[in-house]
């Protein structure tokens, strides 16, 4: 795909102002990323164009992958990835020099980053200053992470458990493992890997575990339950799922010697590994501007 933007394409994008900003829409033989590999500083629009490029699909029609700050038109001096865009991460993000984060959660605290309820919350209130006063552009990147092959997210967690080499994009989500492990023993790496002391479990951890269902953030329960049906995974490695719905379809398979258990991971902690991979990812397509990661952290203690 060649790099020059046709008048068509300008039209275009200037349509989707701070919306979807989408990559080339016809054939070209050089990346438009590497087309702009010699600029000192990219806007903010150039760097979403070089992250979504490769990615099935895109640009999207509907998503929530939207600009939820700053302007398309700013220069990006430098790009931090995180999980959420906390208050935290962007105070960082200013002390390094960053002004754009990719951020794969919402930031208003709800899917579709509402703002009309929140106006009169002195938190939000808070964090629109900070964003403003520091002209930082907050980009949220789910969709198109997700929908990359293999799955960002995914790929992240799967190199940081060792686990790569086990995937299967004919199942991207069904992990067979070479051999049967004893729960414990999978609980036990997956501890370790993640630097972490505890997980909420459902399950036997005498119970032999091969092959694992990867349902990392926040997966709709009917979607989980009819894997359970079609696969009958030994495990679920889960992000967060609502307490009355999968987590008692797994208990009450248990009760009838089913063998499915459940191990729930916390969504940030699920997806941060992911994160941390899309810096590595986006440093790679864009050479010239600092990538950083910064993690927004688990935000619950165990007491």
């Not at 979403?48 to 999207?60: L, N, R, S, T, V």
């Not at 938190?123 to 629109?128: A, C, D, G, R, W």
């Not at 004919?170 to 004893?182: D, N, Q, S, V």
């Not at 590994?273 to 950083?292: D, L, R």
């Amino acid at each position: 795909m060649t790099g020059i933007i046709t008048e068509e394409r300008r039209q275009f994008l200037t349509k989707l102002g701070t919306g979807i900003v989408g990559a080339a829409l016809i054939p070209r033989t050089i990346s438009y990323g590497q087309n702009l590999a010699g600029r000192q500083y990219l806007t903010v629009k150039e760097v979403i164009d070089i992250i979504i490029e490769d990615i099935p699909g895109a640009p999207f029609e509907r998503t929530v992958d939207q600009l939820r700050s700053g302007t398309v038109e700013q220069k990006v001096t430098g790009i931090v990835c995180t999980m959420f865009p906390t208050i935290s991460v962007i105070e960082q993000a200013v002390q390094i020099g960053a002004n754009m984060i990719v951020a794969h959660e919402t930031l208003y605290y709800n899917h579709q980053d509402e703002t009309d309820w929140l106006e009169e919350d002195e938190v939000f209130q808070y964090k629109k200053a900070l964003i403003e006063k520091h002209q930082i552009a907050i980009w949220r990147f789910h969709d198109y992470w997700h929908r990359r092959k293999p799955d960002g997210i995914a790929e992240g967690n799967l190199r940081k458990l060792g686990w790569e080499n086990y995937y299967n994009p004919l199942t991207p989500r069904l992990l067979k493992l070479p051999e049967p492990k004893p729960l414990k023993v999978l609980l036990a790496h997956i501890k370790k890997q993640f630097g972490i002391s505890m997980v909420r479990l459902v399950g036997d951890l005498s119970q032999p575990c091969q092959s694992i269902y990867l349902a990392f953030g926040a997966i709709d329960s009917k979607m989980i339950i009819a894997a359970i049906q079609e696969y009958q995974p030994d495990l679920i490695l889960s992000g967060e799922t609502r307490e009355w719905e999968t987590v008692e379809r797994v208990r009450d398979g248990l009760l009838l010697g089913k063998n499915t258990a459940l191990m729930v991971l916390g969504h940030e902690l699920s997806e941060a590994a992911g994160m941390a991979f899309a810096a590595e990812w986006i440093q790679k397509k864009i050479p010239s501007t600092a990538v950083s990661y910064i993690a927004s952290e688990d935000p619950f203690q165990f007491v």
